[in-house]
């Protein structure tokens, strides 16, 4: 076999066979195939498609260009992932209520992309916290915690990581085929026994339309079960923030609020929804509703709490009470209010002008090597439909300096828009994708 007559075949809309993409994806791990071939491999997929099962091919010999982890645990092994959004930090509540199911989950997950926060970055805002560790390390982790959110090692997936950079620098990031292997070529790699997916849509996501989202989460689910993973996606909302809070730091911060009974809302409901799927999928649990009834109470007793605080410590982080070193995060030097002018309602949120806002803050990339600072971002941001009075606050901007924190109140008040009449509000979760 040769990168050249696989092109070739893609281009001539042929579908390539099982061991064709697995020679291709050995030769992009390897650097066998060239950079120029990948990026012809990807403009052949991203201008043809591919079939279905031409897909899960892909997405098995991505996975298998790198190690597949195996566990031997007293209970299943789950997984969840997002296509991410703003304001979104389900994953830090959803992995230790799950573990206190009895559901084991190590969660590989990513940094920040474009206009969408990443979990890896707003764990590290926790001092000492490390999302850097062997695979040794992690099982270790799991067994013992039963669960860890870290970043993958260069072993996972290493297709995968080539075919992306090229991807990203020819314009074929947007094909649904290679979206779809992308993401699952690294969470299959975990050996999840159930997988759930938080497809997102709205504003503050990449997906704008249901249509979109529909067509991804079909592959997603398709795909994914061909390979044997039980799997449901869930569309849900991102017209707003999960969260009042945008930044690495900020929102941590709220996640800690949420896990000990000091917040509610759409944070808690979303994260319930999603562990009711995989704890039902895991074999945990009888039906969605009980499913999700196991998630709630974990939250609400404290226990996720407690868990969620052991894994901290495990990875690195403070080993003192939750709320003791949550009250040392890091914090900007400069808070700055932003007031409202005239009375109304909150009617719309750009949810990725105001993520862009938080990447020019300084709390994501703009380029790679950009480091990130953990304490800057906004936080109590008010949802859509509150009533505002002319003076009230709709949101601090927290910043390095001041000059920024104007600049990034001017940003603010372009993505937030108000009303003389409350707005319909969106549903949480649109469809369920089986």
């Known amino acids: 076999m040769d990168a050249r007559t696989v092109i070739a075949r893609l281009r001539q809309k042929h579908t390539p066979s099982t061991e064709e993409l697995r020679w291709f994806a050995e030769g992009l791990a390897s650097g066998a195939v060239s950079d120029a071939q990948a990026g012809a491999f990807a403009m052949a997929i991203c201008l043809n498609g591919l079939p279905a099962a031409a897909r899960s091919d892909l997405t098995l010999a991505m996975r298998d260009s790198g190690d597949v982890l195996t566990w031997d645990l007293p209970g299943p092994v789950v997984d969840k992932h997002s296509t991410g959004g703003v304001g979104d930090c389900v994953s830090l509540l959803l992995a230790p209520a799950l573990a206190e199911c009895g559901a084991y989950v190590p969660m590989i997950s990513g940094r920040g992309l474009g206009h969408t926060g990443g979990t890896l ?61 992308s993401i699952l070529s690294k969470k299959l790699a975990a050996s999840p026994e159930a997988l759930v997916l938080d497809v997102k849509i709205g504003s503050g996501a990449f997906m704008k339309t249901l249509e979109e989202a529909r067509a991804l989460a079909t ?59 995989l704890l039902q999928q895991a074999g945990l649990a009888p039906n969605q509703e009980a499913g999700e009834t196991q998630v709630a109470a974990a939250i609400a007793e404290g226990r996720a709490a407690e868990r969620f605080a052991r894994m901290v410590a495990a990875q690195g982080g403070p080993s003192t009470e939750l709320e003791t070193w949550a009250r040392a995060l890091p914090q900007a030097p400069v808070c700055a209010e932003v007031t409202a002018e005239d009375a109304g309602y909150v009617a719309a949120i750009d949810g990725e002008a105001l993520g862009l806002l938080v990447v020019r803050l300084g709390g994501g990339r703009m380029v790679e090597s950009d480091r990130i600072d953990p304490a800057v971002g906004i936080s109590d941001l008010l949802p859509l439909g509150a009533k505002v009075a002319r003076g009230d606050v709709i949101a601090r901007v927290h910043a390095a300096h001041a000059e920024a924190a104007q600049d990034a109140i001017s940003a603010l008040w372009a993505a937030v828009r108000l009303a003389p009449a409350a707005p319909d509000l969106p549903p949480l979760v649109y469809e369920r994708i089986n």
């Open 219 to 277: 592959s997603l689910v398709e795909t994914s079960k061909a390979a044997g993973c039980p799997t449901q996606a869930l569309i849900t909302d991102m017209n707003q923030p999960l969260v009042p809070a945008l930044g690495n730091a900020l929102e941590v911060a709220e996640v800690v609020r949420a896990l000990t009974g000091q917040s509610s809302g759409q944070i808690i409901e979303i994260t319930v929804a999603l562990g009711g799927a």
């Open 121 to 181: 970055d707003k764990l590290e805002a926790i001092p000492g916290l490390s999302t850097e560790v062997t695979q040794d390390r992690l099982a270790g982790i799991v067994a013992d915690v039963g669960c860890a959110i870290v970043g993958a090692t260069a072993r996972i997936a290493p297709a995968d990581k080539r075919l992306y950079a090229v991807r990203d620098v020819t314009a074929t990031v947007e094909s649904l085929d290679l979206i779809t292997a």
